[in-house]
C-alpha cells in the first residue's frame, strides 16, 4: 500500500484544488498509468527503479474552474521509505495506522526523492503546468474491500493538508486496472475520473530519458 509525503503545489486559480469535481484523464496517460503498474508487479524494472512490486507516480495538470485536467503522468523510480532518517518514523506510522496485510509493514509505503520532485517542479515550469495529485497501487484484496479502490486510514493522514489529489488504483486484478480520485485522500472527497481520446495537451514522460 503505497503512501507519500508529497506536499501540493499552490492553487492554479480562483478556485482550488479543493473544487475540483471532475477530473479529465487521457486513455493514453490512463494507459501510462495502468503499464507501469502491470510492469511493477510483474517484476519488470527499469534502470534506476527500486525492486519493489508497488507502483507511484506524480501527476500534473492544469485547472480550469472545477475540472482538473491531467496533462502529464510522472512515474517515479526511487523510494526513500528505507532510508535510516526515515524509515523509524514511517514504521511508527505504518505501526500504528495500518491495517494488518499480508505485506509486512517495514514494506509499506512510499516516500519520494527530493531529486524527481525537483524534476516534476522543473518539468511543471517548462510546460506550464502544476503537481496536482499523486497515484499509487492497492494490490491486496481485503475480505471487507475486495476491490481496495479507496483510501486507508493511513493514506488519508500522509494526503492530510497535503492539498493534493490522491489517485488509488485498484490493481488486485491486473486484468481490470481502476483508478478513482480523493481530494487529501477523504473517501467522501471523491472526483468524477473522466477517461477522455487522445488530447493535445497530454504528455508523455519516458522515464528512460527524463532524469
Request: aromatic share 8%; with cysteine; proline share 6%.
Given at each position: 500500500m503505497p503512501t507519500t509525503e508529497v506536499r501540493a503545489t499552490p492553487a492554479l486559480g480562483r478556485e482550488t484544488l479543493a473544487d475540483?469535481?471532475?477530473?479529465?484523464?487521457?486513455?493514453?496517460?490512463?494507459?501510462?498509468?495502468?503499464?507501469?503498474?502491470?510492469?511493477?508487479?510483474?517484476?519488470?524494472y527499469i534502470e534506476g527503479e527500486v525492486s519493489e512490486r508497488k507502483a507511484f507516480g506524480l501527476l500534473l495538470g492544469r485547472q480550469a474552474g472545477t475540472t482538473l485536467h491531467v496533462a502529464a503522468v510522472l512515474p517515479l523510480l526511487a523510494?526513500?521509505?528505507?532510508d535510516p532518517d526515515i524509515a523509524d518514523d514511517m514504521d511508527e506510522l505504518v505501526d500504528q495506522y495500518a491495517i494488518p496485510s499480508e505485506t509486512p509493514n517495514d514494506q509499506r509505503g512510499w516516500i519520494a526523492h527530493p531529486r524527481e520532485l525537483m524534476d516534476a517542479e522543473d518539468f511543471c515550469d517548462e510546460h506550464g503546468l502544476a503537481v496536482?495529485?499523486?497515484?499509487?497501487?492497492?494490490?491486496?484484496?481485503?475480505?471487507?474491500?475486495?476491490?481496495?479502490?479507496?483510501?486507508?486510514?493511513?493514506?488519508?493522514?500522509?494526503?492530510?493538508?497535503?492539498?493534493?489529489?490522491?489517485?488509488?488504483?485498484?490493481?488486485?486484478?491486473?486484468?481490470?486496472?481502476?483508478?478513482?480520485?480523493?481530494?487529501?485522500?477523504?473517501?467522501?472527497?471523491?472526483?468524477?475520473v473522466r477517461l477522455l481520446p487522445a488530447a493535445p495537451h497530454a504528455i508523455s514522460i519516458d522515464r528512460k530519458s527524463h532524469r
Open positions: 475540483v469535481r471532475e477530473i479529465t484523464l487521457p486513455r493514453p496517460l490512463f494507459a501510462g498509468i495502468a503499464g507501469h503498474v502491470v510492469r511493477k508487479l510483474t517484476g519488470h523510494n526513500m521509505r528505507r496536482v495529485g499523486n497515484y499509487h497501487t492497492h494490490r491486496v484484496p481485503w475480505p471487507q474491500d475486495p476491490r481496495r479502490d479507496t483510501c486507508t486510514r493511513l493514506d488519508r493522514l500522509l494526503a492530510e493538508e497535503s492539498g493534493q489529489w490522491v489517485f488509488i488504483v485498484s490493481a488486485t486484478d491486473l486484468h481490470r486496472i481502476t483508478v478513482r480520485a480523493f481530494y487529501e485522500g477523504q473517501n467522501d472527497r471523491e472526483a468524477d
